[in-house]
């Protein structure tokens, strides 16, 4: 297994500034999005000095922050173990569920006019089969990935799977129906970060692989035709999957880093998406697309103190947020893999359950709660 020694991001964005580039159909354009994404771009400069609000200000403890079960079987969860706002409509999130092939929308989340949804149409037992994360995209779009490794239809086997790119208007109904495009190369896929257009990283399970998926033009609702696409799988063996955890990502839009919750590993770790060389086709190819290893991609350790089971993961105000499956805790490091603090969940939240979290626009953390089926609200206490 190949770690890396712990870096900062400013040896990191040494390593972006060297190295090959891939081909266009394999590297990312950051001109095409260079103002996207800004509240997870990462900068060092004005960190905290006394901890950070929504963890508690150096206390630790679940009662130095404001808990609010937000939202829980009675809104139809069922075992979610990632959520997320859409950025089209922030006050609405979306919550996968593991255990029954759903997605619960919650429009208008946490106010008076609060509405519940629960999406699980014709086919989403091989469409969205066990979710373990989601990600939204381009405008109108998100896509979803899948723990899964059996056979979900009777026509393909069972190492078929792969992500599926899902429109997020009104016709979203967790089907085929509604499904966008697929590619098939992941099974057990347990985490997925968005680059830009139709293009998603993909943490692949059972491959121990970082892989790159670009839908290209979709082939629109309840379509067939995959051939556009490109598949390129990165740093195979050099990730480690942990059955029933998600581990989550997050793509930092200016320096194209990807942040990797590297679970079996116990580490955060960046690969630099931009580094690689296009090499050998892989097999089986379902999609009949372009479908290739990369070769010596760079990935480094960020950070692996701390951390025993690292699962979600969030960019926001110049610091890395882990939540840590293990320990219940949700840490945060700075941009040179410093903790800065952290927030002791343990008694709200039993080991082995916290996964998923997430920011909303007004700076409150959402975590996932996924033995117990639930979204906990965090936020800092006011100001005596």
Avoid at 8 to 29: F, I, K, R, S, Y
Avoid at 62 to 83: C, M, Q, T, W, Y
Avoid at 86 to 98: H, K
Avoid at 119 to 142: D, I, L, T, V
């Amino acid at each position: 297994m190949n770690v890396f020694t712990r870096v900062g991001l400013t040896a990191l964005l040494l390593l972006a500034a060297c190295g090959e580039q891939l081909p266009n159909d394999v590297t990312a354009d950051a001109g095409n999005n260079a103002d996207a994404g800004n509240d997870k771009v990462l900068d060092a400069g004005q960190l905290p000095k006394t901890g950070v609000a929504v963890l508690g200000k150096g206390v630790h403890t679940a009662a130095s922050v404001v808990i609010k079960p937000f939202a829980g079987p009675a809104e139809g969860l069922n075992h979610p173990r990632d959520l997320a706002f859409d950025p089209e409509s922030p006050s609405d999130l979306w919550v996968p569920n593991y255990a029954d092939n759903s997605m619960v929308i919650l429009k208008n989340a946490g106010t008076p006019q609060q509405t519940k949804l629960k999406k699980s149409g014709p086919g989403s037992e091989h469409f969205m089969p066990r979710p373990a994360a989601m990600a939204f995209g381009q405008a109108g779009r998100m896509a979803t990935v899948h723990e899964e490794d059996r056979v979900t239809q009777p026509s393909t086997p069972a190492d078929f799977m792969g992500p599926t790119l899902w429109s997020t208007d009104s016709s979203f109904e967790g089907g085929h129906a509604s499904h966008y495009d697929m590619l098939h190369n992941s099974p057990n896929a347990v985490g997925i970060a968005w680059e830009r257009m139709n293009i998603y990283w993909v943490f692949d399970g059972y491959h121990n692989s970082i892989t790159r998926y670009d839908f290209a033009s979709d082939h629109g609702p309840g379509g067939a035709d995959h051939s556009d696409g490109f598949i390129g799988r990165y740093v195979e063996g050099q990730v480690l999957y942990t059955r029933g955890v998600s581990s989550h990502m997050e793509f930092d839009q200016k320096t194209k880093l990807l942040y990797i919750a590297d679970t079996g590993n116990h580490r955060v770790a960046v690969l630099k998406t931009d580094s690689g060389k296009a090499g050998a086709s892989l097999n089986p190819n379902y999609d009949g697309c372009p479908q290739y290893r990369v070769n010596d991609a760079v990935i480094a350790t960020f950070v692996d103190a701390n951390l025993k089971k690292p699962s979600g993961l969030a960019l926001r105000d110049g610091l890395v947020f882990v939540s840590d499956n293990e320990t219940s805790q949700v840490l945060a490091f700075d941009a040179n893999a410093q903790l800065v603090d952290y927030l002791d969940l343990s008694s709200e939240v039993m080991p082995g359950s916290l996964m998923g979290i997430e920011f909303d626009a007004q700076g409150r953390l959402y975590v996932v709660d996924e033995k117990t089926s639930r979204v906990l609200q965090i936020s800092a206490k006011p100001e005596n």
